[in-house]
């Protein structure tokens, strides 16, 4: 069996359709189906590729035919000669032909340019890549390593064949600055509109946004530092239940504070939402915490809860104590959690002092001294948390899961391998978060709309 595939190209005009074959499937009949029917991977990613390199060949063949005319008489402007243009795809590459032109008409003298030539096609494909080809890649390297990335797209899609994991690590990088770009913009936004002038009441049930630093590794610097600190937020709203993701690997600075509020207008918050802080009450994080519209911070309970566990771990291993007495302590422990919880923060640490004669843990070198010294040094975040509990109002993300580990652990680390430079991790962040928030179909819609009509620069001239 042997099927041919061909492409009817309809002609313009006069001319007359074209036919182009694209490529054949033959069959043995005697092959067992089981083996597999139909297209082989192989095989389609053929097919699509030539299909591809057909369509773009015509479509910027046609693209050239409009867009060189002249502007003031539409006469065909002389050619002076033809570049080749590499444009990447999902389904391939191709080598398009673009032309250059003389700007100035041979007919009516009017010069359709600034310069001398105009090149049509390398002028409106300033990007030599598929916008949904560069999605792909921001989209699979923001959940995965380049490097499985670039296995993943190369499996997938015919375009892959071609695609280095420096190209992945390039595209990424720049729709990161992109974003980047963007995030700035906001955040000069926002604090206008934080201004005292433009301030406006805050008002309605408050948000919660659970803000933590990360730290990535970095190759040595100048000053001799290893890591790379990074501003890692995550807002949940309870009435959708959909978390969004925020991080910044640009400092500590004051400015961490504005781009968290610009951060939720970007996700559709309200500015005049008060909004509740969770965080695990370190300093690194001070300026990030003091949003303009901040009216809470609490002690996120999920931090306190894994030191609990901490402790409780370290309990099992307690020596001279047996069986009975460390279930004892256990059950001491929990107990003090417990009260916690209640927002009992003063028999809490009673209880906890109690256990530190119990166990002999005396000093901040062990698990019991640790939570004590974390609890006291952040204790004007403790609150109620059954009562906040129970009124509805946020004690930690709903996923409690560490925001940290979410955004950076699961992408960055891997093992404590990865090494990253500061604008390298922070592009990466920014395409990550776009992702995980799903806002980046969104955003390059928003950059390249479909359908747009083009619109040749040079017509100003005639505007004017
Ligand atoms: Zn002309």
Redesign the pocket.
Known sequence: MRISIQACIDGQGASPPRVITIGCVERDAGVDPASGMGLFVREAHELLRQMQAIVLREQADEFVRVAA???????C?GIKDTKPLVYRTAYGKAILRSPRFYSC??????K?GDGDTISPLAHALRERSHPQWTWFQCRYASVMSYRLAQIYLRDAFPGGKALPTSSIKRNVGAIGQRLEREANQATGDAAHSFRRANRLPLTGPPLALQIDAGYIKTPPQADGKRWIPVVASKLVRSSRGRGYAHASALGLGRRQGMRQQAFLQSVGVDRQSPVTVLSDGGDDISHACKLPAATARVLDWFHIGMRFEQLLLSLRGLRGADAYTKDRLQRDVVAAKWLLWNGRKERCFAELEALRRETGWVGSHNALGRLIRYLRGCSALLVNYAGRRAAGLPISSAGAESVVDYLIGQRMKRNGHMRWTRAGANSLLQVRCAVLNGQDVRNFKRWYPPGKQFAPLPRAHLLS
């Open positions: 005319g002249c502007l003031a008489c539409g006469r402007l008409c041979s007919g009516c003298g009017f359709s």
